[in-house]
Nanobody
Framework: QVQLRESGGGLVQPGSSLTLSCAAS???????AAWFRQAPGKERQRITT????????SYADSVKGRFTISRDNDKNTMYLQMNNLKPADTAVYYC????????????WGPGTQVTISS
């Protein structure tokens, strides 16, 4: 079982960049992972995924070309580089993972707030 914790959120202006980190409590290379976000009054949305080794990623259309997911298994950490941020990106961002052999995101961080506003 792994515990996750996000960091790096904050208040930035439109057009800015921000990098979120997701630190795992233990060996992370056996876990596939993803970033989700939830805006006020909206359902939680999966925005990007990454496989165990980091060689395969996917993105929702809303963030494709602006966000980049990556991971460093030696540091047990996953990242989300967010560029050209828009007010519509305002949300609580969560990292989540599942162990090899699973398929449902069983492990979640508490979330970090990202606010885009001028």
């Amino acid at each position: 079982q792994v515990q996750l914790r996000e960091s790096g959120g904050g208040l930035v202006q439109p057009g800015s960049s921000l990098t979120l980190s997701c630190a795992a409590s233990g060996p992370f290379r056996s876990y596939a992972a993803a970033w989700f976000r939830q805006a006020p009054g909206k359902e939680r949305q999966r925005i990007t995924t990454i496989n165990f080794s980091g060689t395969n990623t996917s993105y929702a259309d809303s963030v494709k070309g602006r966000f980049t997911i990556s991971r460093d298994n030696d540091k047990n950490t996953m990242y989300l580089q967010m560029n050209n941020l828009k007010p519509a990106d305002t949300a609580v961002y969560y990292c989540a993972s599942y162990h090899r052999g699973g398929g449902n995101y069983a492990y979640w961080g508490p979330g970090t707030q990202v606010t885009i506003s001028s």
